[in-house]
């Protein structure tokens, strides 16, 4: 049984009455393009140890562990095709009703699907960088490397290359996380795609914006903290999507 059409209606009214209308979105959306997510019944947590993954500490005794547990998830995401989610967000955001997204995802589907304001406050694999000298290297040509089942290295000095995804034991991006929070603050509608709200500091910035007054939609797929404080909640994230499409004004 699909969302009940009146509050589809109603999700669409919000959205293209907004002044300042942001997208909070996290790994829910993309295992809908076959992505893993986290925690999920058939999370990175279950399947493989994640912590380890994303560990900043055991990345600086042995950076191949990292490059052999992601490289499908991260160097397989040439594969993956953007979501309906993402489609709809990028169609949003080029008619003009949404203002950014702010992602806790790595997997550059927000991007690939058109959308031009993403921020990125868990980092980002698009670059990667030298831990010892800065040299940076793009995403395809390490995930070249990876695929072949090579450890890229830094070709100046020899250094560890690191995605600027934010490990465990690092600082989130502080540009992105500042912007994020900007951009929370502002908004008097903000979309929460995807997430569990349960990641912190990211998992607060839609309680910046229940605090300046604005309003919260919820599409996920288990429980979050702040259901109780949602406008409207929906739990599926592709049907949600879909008939909001459908909902939108004609364009022409």
Not at 184 to 195: K, S, Y
Request: proline share 6%.
């Amino acid at each position: 049984m699909g969302p009940d059409p009146a509050d589809i209606q109603k999700l669409a009214d919000l959205i293209t009455t907004a002044h300042h209308c942001v997208a909070f979105t996290g790994a829910g959306i993309s295992t809908l393009s076959g992505i893993q997510d986290f925690r999920g019944k058939n999370g990175l947590y279950k399947t493989m140890n994640a912590d380890n993954m994303f560990d900043i500490n055991r990345f600086k005794q042995d950076p191949s562990e990292y490059y052999r547990l992601a490289k499908d998830f991260i160097y397989g995401l040439d594969d993956k095709k953007p979501s309906t989610v993402h489609r709809v967000l990028a169609l949003l955001e080029e008619r003009g009703y949404l203002d950014a997204i702010i992602t806790q995802n790595v997997d550059l589907l927000h991007q690939k699907a058109g959308s031009k304001k993403v921020l990125e406050i868990h980092g980002t694999p698009a670059v990667h960088r030298c831990m010892t000298c800065s040299f940076t290297m793009g995403f395809q040509e390490v995930a070249t490397l990876v695929r072949r089942d090579e450890i890229p290295t830094c070709p100046d000095c020899g250094g560890a290359i690191k995605p600027d995804i934010t490990f465990f034991g690092e600082m989130l991006p502080r540009e992105a996380l500042e912007a994020a929070d900007r951009h929370a603050r502002e908004a008097d509608l903000m979309l929460i795609l995807g997430t569990s709200l349960i990641v912190y500091p990211a998992a607060a910035l839609p309680e910046k914006t229940l605090r300046g007054g604005g309003t919260l939609i919820i599409v996920n797929d288990m429980p979050t903290p702040l259901d109780e404080y949602a406008t409207l909640r929906f739990s599926d994230l592709h049907t949600t999507f879909e008939a909001l499409e459908r909902a939108l004004p004609s364009v022409g």
